[in-house]
């Protein structure tokens, strides 16, 4: 078997009175390579809007066996990321 990835996940949408844009997800992806092993990251984020053309998304992730086991093991991680974004609407 060569490299390789699979991944699953859930989202959930219009869950918070008066912000029907939120959305919620929880995730799981795992990759693969010949000869380096598997790493697994199990995900869980929020995408919250404020006001009408910003958002935050605050990110937790679990990483297991990152790097695979190559070249050496490296220690299961924690990783947060806080993401955030504008969004302009033009009408033509």
């Known amino acids: 078997m ?3 990835r699979g991944d699953r996940g859930i989202r959930l949408r219009h869950f918070v009175s008066g912000s029907p844009s ?6 799981m992806a ?3 390579q010949r000869g380096a092993g ?4 199990i995900e869980l984020n ?3 809007p404020i ?4 958002f935050i998304a605050p990110d937790l ?4 066996h990152p790097l695979g086991f190559f070249p050496r093991r490296v220690a299961n ?3 947060f990321l806080l993401r955030g974004g504008f969004r302009f609407h033009t009408r033509i």
């Open 38 to 41: 598997a790493e697994t990251a």
């Open 46 to 48: 929020i995408r919250q």
């Open 30 to 32: 795992r990759a693969w």
């Open 61 to 64: 992730q679990y990483v297991i």
């Open 77 to 79: 991680a924690w990783v």
């Open 22 to 27: 939120t959305a919620f997800s929880l995730g």
């Open 2 to 4: 060569g490299a390789g």
């Open 51 to 54: 006001g009408q053309h910003l």
